[in-house]
């Protein structure tokens, strides 16, 4: 069984900054594609930020130049630096992972619980 276990949110005051980490855990699997996406009350989830396996890295218009996102492939870590933090930031942030278990000829999308960020004075 893979995991993904998110960390780092929590209140912050606008302007401020946040560090979401992601940990996959499990035996004998593959990851490709990461990614950040977040729910805002009320709303659709939203993809944040996404990042391949060799770098190549994609983000929302609102969030682009913000929030960099970054990858550790030795420690099956993600990560999200949220830098200039508004108010309409604030959702649960959760972990998105494409994963091939070792022996499986199948690739499927793994979800953190997520964390929730709340940017407010």
């Known amino acids: 069984q893979v995991q993904l276990v998110e960390s780092g949110g929590g209140l912050v005051q606008p302007g401020g900054s946040l560090r979401l980490s992601c940990a996959a855990s499990?035996?004998?699997?593959?990851?490709?594609?990461m990614g950040w996406y977040r729910q805002a009350p009320g709303k659709q989830r939203e993809l944040v930020a996404t990042i391949t396996s060799d770098g190549h890295t994609n983000y929302a218009d609102s969030v682009r130049g913000r929030f960099p996102i970054s990858r550790d492939n030795a420690r099956n870590r993600v990560y999200l630096q949220m830098n200039s933090l508004k108010p309409e930031d604030t959702a649960v942030y959760y972990c998105?992972?494409?994963?091939?278990?070792?022996?499986?000829?199948?690739?499927?999308?793994?979800w953190g619980r997520g964390t929730p960020v709340t940017v407010s004075s």
């Open positions: 998105n992972a494409d994963i091939e278990r070792l022996g499986e000829s199948i690739i499927a999308g793994y």
């Open positions: 499990g035996s004998r699997f593959r990851i490709y594609n």
